[in-house]
């Protein structure tokens, strides 16, 4: 089960922190993508991380992101930076590169001051 | 970036009848490897996605057979052979054969 957390509201130009915690099972052993969809629009892909490290962002984040993964903690995180209002939307982890059959349940994110 | 279209944009469709739905691709999706790298993923309402089918053809687990996927290269089709009501929502193709992946525009599929 993926469970996200993080704050719902964030003020434009500062940084949108979320996490994704795995129960029952490891974060080990796989790739973990991020994925957005704006209010009412279609689905974004962010960027994927191999849980030992390599990762590939969307360029249009350009270097604004950020995924790491924790494996003491069994934890998935997205950093982006310099948000604005354009970066609202709802924020889903899954697990896999390809193919991903076990998302989050999704975080909304309103970016405004 | 890989652009993908789908069609129609809207579904209205009767229950216990088929339907269809198209993905097309700007570029091949057939991979290196030899796989289609295509998707399909619904999203229900108010709920995250849920994969459908990966690889253009293989239902993911635990999906009914009556969702079947075909196709290959640039043109690719979701069929549902008879429509159940818990199949309303959102359909979206996704390519994963070149980064930055992309999605299609989703297919809203709707009791008539």
């Known amino acids: 089960q993926l469970q996200q957390s993080g704050p719902g509201l964030v003020k434009p130009s500062e940084t949108l922190s979320l996490t994704c915690s795995v129960s029952?099972?490891?974060?080990?052993?796989?790739?973990w993508t991020w994925i957005r969809q704006p209010p009412g629009k279609g689905l974004e892909w962010i960027a994927f991380?191999?849980?030992?490290?390599?990762?590939n962002y969307n360029p249009s984040f350009k270097s604004r992101v950020t995924i790491s993964v924790d494996t003491s903690n069994n934890q998935v995180s997205l950093k982006l930076t310099s948000v604005t209002a354009a970066d609202t939307a709802v924020y889903y982890c899954?697990?896999?590169?390809?193919?991903?059959?076990?998302w989050g349940q999704g975080t909304l994110v309103t970016v405004s001051s | 970036d890989i652009v993908m279209t789908q069609s129609p944009l809207s579904l209205p469709v009767t229950p216990g009848e088929p339907a269809s739905i198209s993905c097309r691709s700007s570029?091949?999706?057939?991979?290196?490897?030899?796989?289609?790298?295509l998707d399909w993923y619904l999203q229900k309402p108010g709920k995250s996605p849920q994969l459908l089918i990966y690889?253009?053809?293989n239902r993911a687990s635990g999906v009914p057979d009556r969702f079947s996927g075909s196709g290959s290269g640039t043109d690719f089709t979701l069929k549902i052979s008879r429509v159940e009501a818990e199949d309303v929502g959102v359909y979206y193709c996704?390519?994963?054969?070149?980064?930055?992946?992309?999605f299609g525009p989703g297919t809203k599929v709707d009791i008539k």
């Open positions: 690889l253009g053809s």
């Open positions: 029952g099972g490891s974060v080990s052993g796989y790739y």
């Open positions: 899954a697990r896999d590169r390809y193919s991903s059959s076990y």
């Open positions: 570029q091949s999706l057939l991979h290196s490897d030899g796989y289609n790298r």
């Open positions: 996704m390519e994963d054969a070149q980064d930055p992946f992309t």
């Open positions: 991380m191999y849980y030992s490290g390599g990762t």
